[in-house]
């Protein structure tokens, strides 16, 4: 079993469907877990859903930080605020992100560049605060989320094929970068997550051949322990079914 009970990591996207299961299968292997939420009442809706013993006032094993993902500074006081309470930062889950359709032949350069906000400067931005304490420690996991929409650009996805694709692009270029610093770097790819907005949106579809949220966060789980320390900028398809 995957034990993080040492462990203290944050994730991006903890309010979405695949970043607040990440967030409970953490906490599950005993993890400390920070987040980082746009609103407080994100961090509420979160907190309903867990078991309230890890929110308890003395030793909380849930910190829940409002920041901006995009602003350098913001993403610096969260770790501050993590080193303060918990004297280590080990892992960092990149779930933020999101989907909207463009074509190619028509460009929306104003879309495109949200698609790279969205699903690239989130974690580059999270990654370089996060990134300091680990290599000082000498130990560090990062695991993001891409997509499988990153090895091929499909009509009318083109902003998020291009996007996600550059999360898989520089993945690898950190990897390479921070390996003699006891740091692994790598991307799950999912096709489609099981959710709500899928289900409604793709009322036809069968959402059996869908990844659920729990494979995917248990992918994440494996390269973000001790036991994945074989790995690193690796690209990982999650489409057993697709
Ligand atoms: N759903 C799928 O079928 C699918 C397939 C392949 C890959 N993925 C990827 O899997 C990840 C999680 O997706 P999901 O299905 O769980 O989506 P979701 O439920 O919509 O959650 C997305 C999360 O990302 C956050 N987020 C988005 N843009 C942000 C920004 N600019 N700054 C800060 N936070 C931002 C959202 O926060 P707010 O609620 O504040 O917006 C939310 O917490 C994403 O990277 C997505 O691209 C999803």
Redesign the pocket.
Known sequence: MIDLSRRSAVV??????????VVRRLLDQGAHVAV????VA?GDALRATLNGAVTAPTAPRLLVIQA???VTGEMEALVTSVLRAWGRLDILV??????APGGAAEPDLLAYRALW???V??AVTATAACLRPMRARRRGRIV??????AFRGTAGATG?SMA?SALLRWTEALAAEVRDDGVTVNVV???????R??RAAMPKADPTR??S?LE?ANLILFLASDEASGITGASIPVTART
């Open positions: 991006t996207g903890a309010s979405g469907n695949l970043g607040g299961t980082a939420v746009r609103s994100q901006d993902l995009g990149n779930a933020a992100g999101g989907f906000e969205q699903n400067a989130t993001s989320v891409g997509a499988l929409a998020y996600k790819l999912p096709s489609t997550i099981d959710g907005e899928n869908w990844a949220p995917v």
